[in-house]
T-cell receptor, first 116, second 113 residues
Framework: AQTVTQSQPEMSVQEAETVTLSCTYD???????LFWYKQPPSRQMILVIR??????QNATENRFSVNFQKAAKSFSLKISDSQLGDAAMYFC?????????????FGKGTKLSVKP | DVKVTQSSRYLVKRTGEKVFLECVQD?????MFWYRQDPGLGLRLIYF???????EKGDIPEGYSVSREKKERFSLILESASTNQTSMYLC????????????FGSGTRLTVV
């Protein structure tokens, strides 16, 4: 069974600085999807960025980018020019391509604080 | 935009009560999910459904049941609420497959007293 591990329960970053959140996963599959979700205090889970495993190019969405290392099974999230609104819980997630259900498997999350 | 609406944001129920948590999505998604979120434990899958009247157990189905009579609606039922079911409950929906991830509702914080 696939597992997702986020080894940093909490992190802190100064406003305007860059922070990297770590995520590793375990799978025997070769094709899958990876996601980062953000959950602000309002509780609404928001998709931040996603990556297809067969693509070598790292995904980028504005200030958010990933470092996808398939062989190492690593999928870290980099937030550049951190803003106060980036403070939230961040969840890494894995989705299989096999089967019709394609359930997301989540890590336990990293709580990011942004200091002004 | 896909919307997933959970009927209650906060709910307080008594031990032993039967509790219904409702979730409605408006984008014709096949899959619907119920998760429970607790500090330090992340999101744990309770039940999911990939079609009307279909349901599958997730990782922690004990004490819960679900109902999906219509494609857009997925209900989570606590047959006899207990204090250890005090938690945040998140509903989500998704297309059957693909590079889409989930769309989540805003969550229901349930307190059982």
């Amino acid at each position: 069974a696939q597992t997702v591990t986020q080894s940093q329960p909490e992190m802190s970053v100064q406003e305007a600085e860059t922070v990297t959140l770590s995520c590793t996963y375990d799978t025997s599959e070769s094709d899958y999807y990876l996601f980062w979700y953000k959950q602000p205090p309002s509780r609404q889970m928001i998709l931040v960025i996603r990556q297809e495993a067969y693509k070598q190019q790292n995904a980028t969405e504005n200030r958010f980018s990933v470092n996808f290392q398939k062989a190492a099974k690593s999928f870290s999230l980099k937030i550049s020019d951190s803003q106060l609104g980036d403070a939230a819980m961040y969840f890494c997630a894995y989705r299989t391509l096999r089967g019709s259900q394609g359930n997301l498997i989540f890590g336990k999350g990293t709580k990011l604080s942004v200091k002004p | 935009d896909v919307k997933v609406t959970q009927s209650s944001r906060y709910l307080v129920k008594r031990t032993g009560e039967k509790v219904f948590l409702e979730c409605v999505q408006d984008m014709d998604h096949e899959n619907m999910f119920w998760y429970r979120q607790d500090p330090g434990l992340g999101l744990r899958l309770i039940y999911f459904s990939y079609d009307v009247k279909m349901k599958e157990k997730g990782d922690i189905p004990e004490g819960y049941s679900v109902s999906r009579e219509k494609k857009e609606r997925f209900s989570l039922i606590l047959e006899s609420a207990s204090t250890n079911q005090t938690s945040m409950y998140l509903c989500a929906s998704s297309l059957l497959q693909g590079f889409h991830g989930y769309t989540f509702g805003s969550g229901t914080r349930l307190t059982v007293v």
